[in-house]
């Protein structure tokens, strides 16, 4: 079945504690990205990556970083979360940027205490 | 940068109702996406619908890329399709990002 699969779904840490959320998608999709969703700002882009090795910032970058080794995988880190991190984030990936349908991950439900 | 506007904000429909929502932007855009989110937060596709019509069960939606509007129709509504419809769309000329409205939230009642 073709589908991008995040992990963790849901996450409760600590302020300043290094973590992860993978994303993997099976579908050979060159273009991917990250968005998180708060009440009242909606869905907003971090980060997304053309192709492998090739990452650049979306809206709301500070605070993240992303890595793309493998076409597959996209991995959001966030290196000294803060509580203003809480958030829905989600994974999502297409074909190509512009004119392709993109298809989103489960989602992951962070909160940073 | 691009706005996306859906209306109305909020609709509460009995079981078996039919509805609409729209979608309007300000800009061309090259993907336009209709998305469920449902009560546990996961957004599930719908209708990716640059232009044209496209029909999927009790569901179909239209855009009509020139006038930069979408609608969406959701005939004999159930229970389950309770939760925010988004449209997100991804301008002509500046791409790289879904730009998303603020979304409908319906709730279907028996």
């Known amino acids: 079945e073709a589908q991008v699969t995040q992990n963790p779904r849901y996450l409760i840490t600590v302020t300043g504690k290094k973590l992860t959320v993978t994303c993997s998608q099976n579908?050979?999709?060159?273009?991917m990205s990250w968005y998180r969703q708060d009440p009242g700002l909606g869905l907003r882009q971090i980060y997304y990556?053309?192709?492998?090795?090739?990452?650049d910032k979306g809206d709301v970058p500070e605070g993240y970083k992303v890595s793309r080794k493998e076409k597959r995988n996209f991995p959001l880190i966030l290196e000294s979360p803060s509580p203003n991190q809480t958030s829905l984030y989600f994974c999502?990936?297409?074909?190509?940027?512009?004119?392709?349908?993109?298809?989103f991950g489960q989602g992951t439900r962070l909160t940073v205490v | 940068g691009i706005q996306v506007e859906q209306s109305p904000p909020d609709l509460i429909l009995q079981e078996g109702a039919n509805s609409t929502l729209r979608c309007n932007f300000s800009?061309?855009?090259?993907?336009l996406q209709w998305f469920h989110q449902n009560p546990w937060g996961q957004l599930i596709n719908l209708f990716y619908?640059?232009?044209g019509t496209k029909q999927n069960g009790r569901l179909s939606a239209t855009t009509v890329a020139t006038e930069r509007y979408s609608l969406l129709y959701i005939s004999s509504s159930q229970t389950t399709d309770s939760g925010v419809y988004f449209c997100?769309?991804?301008?002509?000329?500046?791409?790289?990002?879904?730009?998303f409205g603020k979304g409908t939230s319906l709730l279907v009642t028996p």
């Open positions: 999502a990936s297409s074909l190509s940027s512009g004119t392709l349908e993109a298809f």
């Open positions: 579908m050979n999709h060159e273009y």
């Open positions: 990556s053309m192709n492998v090795e090739v990452t």
């Open positions: 800009d061309s855009v090259n993907n």
């Open positions: 619908i640059p232009s």
């Open positions: 997100a769309v991804e301008p002509s000329n500046s791409g790289y990002a879904l730009n």
